[in-house]
């Protein structure tokens, strides 16, 4: 079982950063694979990163990659997601999420299963 707690959304202009952190509880961070993801108003929920358990392995959707970095510390059950350049179709509300089951893979929402209660992002034009 894992709890995760999102932190660090905001309001920041086009061309701005912001810095999300996602804080786990659980003794077994470190063998889940972790996923930012986002939903905004009137859309699906979309996948925006993806980390593997021992950071081997980094996915990124088309639309964030070359301006947001996903990273984790398992030593502090966190992973974080840096967003540089944002644009206002970058606004929306950010989850992080975890699959069902340890060491495994996944860029589909549906086999995650551990959320958080997601941090709002808006960026203004």
């Known amino acids: 079982q894992l709890q995760l707690v999102e932190s660090g959304g905001g309001l920041v202009q086009a061309g701005g950063s912001l810095r999300l952190s996602c804080a786990a509880s659980?003794?077994?961070?470190?063998?889940?694979?972790m996923g930012w993801f986002r939903q905004a108003p009137g859309k699906e929920r979309e996948f925006v990163a993806l980390?593997?358990?021992?950071?081997?392995?980094?996915n990124y959707a088309d639309s964030v990659k070359g301006r947001f970095t996903i990273s984790r510390d398992n030593a502090k059950n966190t992973v974080a997601l840096q967003m540089n350049n944002l644009k206002p179709e970058d606004t929306a509300v950010y989850y992080c999420a975890a699959p069902r089951s340890t060491y495994t893979i996944t860029l589909d929402p549906a086999h995650f299963a551990f959320w958080g209660q997601g941090t709002q992002v808006t960026v203004s034009s």
């Open positions: 980390i593997t358990w021992n950071s081997g392995s980094i």
């Open positions: 659980g003794r077994t961070f470190s063998r889940y694979t």
